[in-house]
């Protein structure tokens, strides 16, 4: 079963400008990791947060966790096209027996005008 | 890293037959994943392979249906069995290199059932 829940499912803005997209889990996680996948292929890993972390960045990408509030939060700044895609949470498990489970929320879908 | 060549990219079957998918891994793994993803749905993981042990399956998949092999550390295989419309997706393959760190995805194989 799904754990993380995104949101928007779907967000639609010009070049140029910010894009955020919202993470909510229900159990306790090693990371949360987010992912990229352009028109159903394969998944483009972008940034993981460990659980002790609270930001990350990676060039234009920004990472907020809250463990507290159980969510997290992608920033994309300064929007291109070329970053129109599917944007995926996944989160990793706590329990996992000694190997890491991702289970993946609902996505994002991101189209960047010119 | 981890470079992942899972074929075919595609195909197109017929009810009741049975698909094979490959994945080939460019190291020696010990973890590999494989996920569906049903149309515009996000990804739901279908089992874990272990080199030399059965693969484990998440709730709502069954061996029968999704028999996987493991004979080494860089090859993995799962078989769509008896198939029929409603495996209509993209199967995914994805491997990671250690406990608590990001997976790689192969391309992915789009299929469809007729």
């Known amino acids: 079963s799904q754990q993380g829940e995104e949101d928007p499912q779907a967000l639609s803005i010009q070049e140029g400008e910010n894009a955020t997209m919202n993470c909510s889990y229900k159990t306790s996680i090693n990371n949360l990791q987010w992912y990229r996948q352009n028109s159903g292929r394969g998944l483009v890993h972008l940034i993981l947060i460990r659980s002790n972390e609270r930001e990350k960045h990676s060039g234009r990408l920004r990472v907020t966790l809250d463990t507290s509030k159980k969510s997290s939060s992608l920033l994309i700044t300064a929007s291109r096209a070329a970053d129109t895609a599917s944007y995926f949470c996944?989160?990793?498990?706590?329990?996992?027996?000694?190997?890491?489970?991702?289970?993946f929320g609902a996505g994002t879908r991101l189209a960047v005008h010119p | 890293s981890a470079v992942i060549s899972q074929k075919p990219s595609r195909d197109i079957c017929q009810r009741g037959t049975s698909l094979t998918i490959q994945c080939q891994v460019d190291s020696q793994v010990t973890m590999m994943f494989w996920y569906r993803q049903q149309p515009g749905q996000s990804l739901t993981l279908i089992a874990t392979?272990?080199?030399?042990?059965?693969?484990?399956?998440e709730s709502g998949f069954v061996i029968d249906k999704f028999p996987i092999s493991r004979p080494n550390l860089t090859f993995s295989t799962l078989t769509v069995s008896n198939m029929s419309p409603e495996d209509s997706s993209i199967y995914l393959c994805?491997?990671?290199?250690?406990?608590?760190?990001?997976?790689?995805f192969g391309s992915g194989t789009q299929l469809s059932v007729l």
């Open positions: 994805s491997v990671s290199l250690g406990y608590n760190e990001k997976l790689f």
């Open positions: 392979a272990n080199q030399g042990s059965e693969a484990t399956y």
């Open positions: 996944a989160t990793d498990l706590l329990f996992s027996g000694g190997y890491n489970k991702l289970i």
